[in-house]
């Protein structure tokens, strides 16, 4: 097995360790052991990646959109040839089954390719006059340094879409990456290193979150927050962001509802959503959480899909055949545990599951329940982790009521065989992103982000491109 690395930071093209030596450990969930450290930034290094970002930023922005281009194209090649290793090492600190690390390494280096494609034309316009001889131009400038504060769950996935982004529009950033799972992004700012990104364009640091939000957003230098996160921490950053009139993107919390009707292909369903349901152990804002199945096809759904989450293999995602790995800390393992035992003590009934997996690391089983009441915590708050909530419904309206009931919008599945009712919903339910009779989100393509208490703007398609511009307008009269 190869060596886990121990994680610095990235400022001005160096790559650095604390001033004050502070480091963090790094621990692998599936054993609950230290396999590494991180460096801790402290203020002296924020200071410093501040002002890298201010040059950095004069520097690219000055820096063609196809020169842009070309680099992050050279970086996206050597993200594929190194996606081995940081794949290895992404599963031994974050605890997802390898192969779901590949997936996630081969995503990430088809983000990189579709934005800087989309950077290329970033186009203004030009707005017809109202008089002759005047022109109006639309032009699309990078709107400043960026700062990027990101999860645990995706620890590459997360902060490519950020730094795509961010760079492929002539903006820098300082990434604050995460402090469970630093070794893995490390490797994906180094490969834009490497194929020649300027120093100062991106910085990468790690430390406590809030003392690096607090100090990164209210400085001047800083123009854009971006954030990927729970909605509680969410709510902070941007009523921070608020205070300073910076410009904010929001990827938040989700509680995604799943409508299952009964003409829908139950076989196709219980396979797509177990597999949707499992994948990073259910750590995924976009997870399905709430199944909202037709009275008659319940039953059949039911034991389908009980029976398909009692054949997973739960174990270390380094282990070939691993299917499902643990949860990322010690801290969730709780939150989970908690949200299913009080929701047992009110009456749901664990149709499987319902219990941390015996082992030194973080397990919990895949688990099912039934029984639920909308007024159960867990009804209501993300468990972010393996947990199926089976809720039969009668009328088409009734799932729609469940489905809109929280203040999350971000995620929503179908399975149905009506193409009227795949149009009612389309219509109907209120989240950022709908997928019906298919598991179709997350394509660098296609716009990826919630509304409501989900958050705000998008990280996919070209839209992830609007919220790093400027829109700006020139008019000139240039003959009379
Ligand atoms: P958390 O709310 O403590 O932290 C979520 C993320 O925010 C972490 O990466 C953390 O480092 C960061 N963070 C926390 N306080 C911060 C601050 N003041 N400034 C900047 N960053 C800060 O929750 P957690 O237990 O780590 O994760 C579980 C919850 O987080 C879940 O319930 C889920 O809603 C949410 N989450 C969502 C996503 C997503 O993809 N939308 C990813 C990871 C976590």
């Known amino acids: 097995m190869m060596s886990y690395p121990d994680t610095l930071l990235f400022i001005d093209g160096q790559w650095q360790a604390a001033s004050d030596g502070r480091t963090l450990d790094v621990l692998n969930p599936a054993t609950a052991q230290v396999i590494g450290t991180v460096a801790h930034a402290g203020q002296p290094e924020l200071a410093q990646a501040l002002a890298a970002a201010r040059r950095g930023f004069a520097v690219w922005s000055a820096t063609p959109a196809f020169q842009r281009y070309q680099i992050m194209r050279r970086a996206a090649v050597l993200l594929r040839e190194r996606a081995e290793e940081a794949a290895t090492c992404m599963s031994l600190e974050q605890g997802k089954p390898v192969a779901e690390a590949h997936a996630e390494m081969a995503a990430a280096a088809d983000i990189i390719d579709w934005m800087a494609e989309e950077g290329r034309r970033a186009y203004g316009r030009l707005v017809p006059a109202r008089l002759m001889g005047v022109t109006q131009s639309v032009i699309r400038t990078p709107v400043g340094p960026v700062a990027a504060f990101c999860p645990w769950n995706f620890p590459v996935n997360q902060v490519v879409r950020k730094v795509s982004a961010a760079l492929a529009t002539g903006c820098s950033i300082i990434v604050k990456a995460p402090e469970e799972t630093p070794a893995s992004p490390a490797m994906l700012i180094r490969a834009f290193a490497d194929a020649g990104v300027p120093p100062g364009v991106i910085g990468l640091v790690y430390g406590t979150p809030a003392e690096i939000s607090e100090t990164l957003i209210a400085d001047d230098i800083i123009r854009k927050v971006t954030f990927t996160g729970s909605t509680a921490v969410g709510k902070i950053l941007a009523s921070l962001a608020g205070t300073h009139m910076k410009r904010v993107t929001m990827e938040l919390g989700g509680h995604g509802p799943v409508i299952i009707t009964a003409d829908a292909d139950i076989t196709r369903a219980v396979s797509l959503l177990a597999a949707a349901k499992i994948r990073n152990a259910g750590q995924v804002c976009v997870s399905p959480t709430r199944f909202l199945i037709e009275k008659g096809v319940f039953e059949a759904f039911r034991s389908a899909y009980v029976a398909r ?11 070939s055949g691993t299917q499902m790995g643990p949860v990322v800390s010690q801290r969730r393992l709780e939150a989970i545990e908690a949200l299913v035992n009080e ?3 009110s009456g749901a009934k664990v149709e499987t599951g319902g219990t941390r997996l015996a082992g030194p690391g973080y397990f919990y089983a895949p ?6 009441t909308a007024d159960m915590r867990i009804m209501n708050e993300e468990p972010f982790g393996p947990i199926s909530l ?5 009328t088409l309206e009734d ?10 919008g971000l995620a929503a599945y179908a399975f149905t065989g009506s193409g009227a009712v795949a149009a009612r919903l389309r219509d109907t339910v209120r989240t950022g992103m709908l997928t019906i009779n298919h598991i179709g989100l997350s394509l660098p393509e ?5 509304i409501g208490d989900s958050g705000y703007g998008s990280e996919g398609g070209s839209e992830a491109l609007d919220a790093y511009l400027d829109t700006r307008l020139v008019t000139s009269m240039d003959y009379m």
């Not at 688990?367 to 639920?372: A, F, R």
């Not at 799932?399 to 999350?408: G, K, M």
């Open 399 to 408: 799932a729609i009521a469940e489905a809109n009931r929280l203040p999350y």
């Open 309 to 319: 989450m009692q054949a997973l293999v739960v174990g270390n995602g380094q282990r």
């Open 367 to 372: 688990t099912v329940l039934t029984g639920l």
């Open 343 to 345: 929701a047992r003590d």
């Open 390 to 394: 089976l809720c039969p419904f009668d």
């Open 446 to 450: 296609i716009p990826f982000g919630g």
